[in-house]
């Protein structure tokens, strides 16, 4: 009874053992599966300029098929190396291709447009016979750049102690709409002080906006520092873009002529004053390692397999 009941253990776990081996041969296709390692969109992008778009990926043994990147959805460029020539492009509002500079890990954009903003998407497929496909997403918005340095507007030469102070900060115009920060004496004005107006929005057909921001305040003791009233605007577009315009202001003494000076300046250092930050902000996003839990059950199932298979043996 005991042999008898040995043997027809031995042989459901044959079938286990079946079954195991199959489980097997799937994992071991996904283990070996092709992965989007970084895809690169520049989250902000500079109108006119030219903008490189990466995808890389790791093919794990398999063979490129294709590499198609689409924007809102929509088809652009698609790379197929066995294909003669490999590249191939798709007319979609925004989008210039530079095929000649191009390849299956980038596409090169040539002066990109307010229409160029959007969702960018890389899609990249094994051959067969898995034909397995991997995408991930990134956004992109076109910026224009204002053409002139925020300007400050009412002031006057000379304030007295407990004088009103009421000024504007305007920027040109832009896209999207410039963000404007008040400093009085190099620290951020208290927000009471601030002063926010709405947007204006041209009628033009690239729809530019243009900030204004104001100031008020009564001038106290503490605002004058060795005789001087410093107001500064600062304006930013992201990481893309930073000017600022500041004004200096004497205290209203009768042994000092009047003195009104304006001169543009940065946040920190003189060394960083009005830079355009060129070097925009990227959307990177890091595929992260798929391998694990295949080993964790690769490991389990071998496991399992191996202890089945000395048990019968033992039971021999």
Known sequence: MVVHATTTSCKKHG?????????????????????LTEV?????????????LECHYDMEGEALYSVKWYKDGREFYRYVPRDD????????????????NSTNSHVMLESINLFSSGKYRCEASAEAPSFQTVAENGEMMVVVLPESDPFISG??????IGDHVRVNCT??????????????????????????YPTIVSLAPDHLETSILGLEFRI???????????????????????????????????QKAPILESRKSGLSTASRADRVQANNGVSSHQVPAQTSLATIIILSVWFTLLNTVQICFSAR
């Not at 490999?86 to 000649?100: A, D, K, L, R, S």
């Not at 002031?155 to 007295?160: I, L, N, T």
């Not at 920027?171 to 951020?188: D, F, G």
């Not at 315009?245 to 209203?252: A, I, K, R, T």
């Open 15 to 35: 079938v286990l053992i079946l079954w195991i081996i199959f489980l097997l041969s799937i994992i071991e296709d996904y283990a070996l599966a092709i992965k």
């Open 40 to 52: 690169r969109v520049p989250k902000h992008a500079i109108r006119g300029q030219d903008v490189k």
């Open 85 to 100: 020539p490999p590249q191939q492009t798709f007319p979609v509002e925004g989008i210039t291709v530079n095929v000649q």
């Open 155 to 160: 002031g006057r030469p000379r304030y007295q």
């Open 171 to 196: 920027s040109a115009r832009s896209k999207p709409a410039v963000q404007l920060a008040w400093y009085i004496n190099s620290e951020l004005a208290d927000p009471a002080y601030v002063q926010h």
């Open 220 to 254: 106290k003791p503490k605002h004058f520092r060795r005789g001087d009233l410093k107001l500064k605007c600062l304006a930013t577009i992201s990481t893309v873009y930073w000017k600022s315009n500041e004004e200096s202001m004497e205290s209203d003494r009768p």
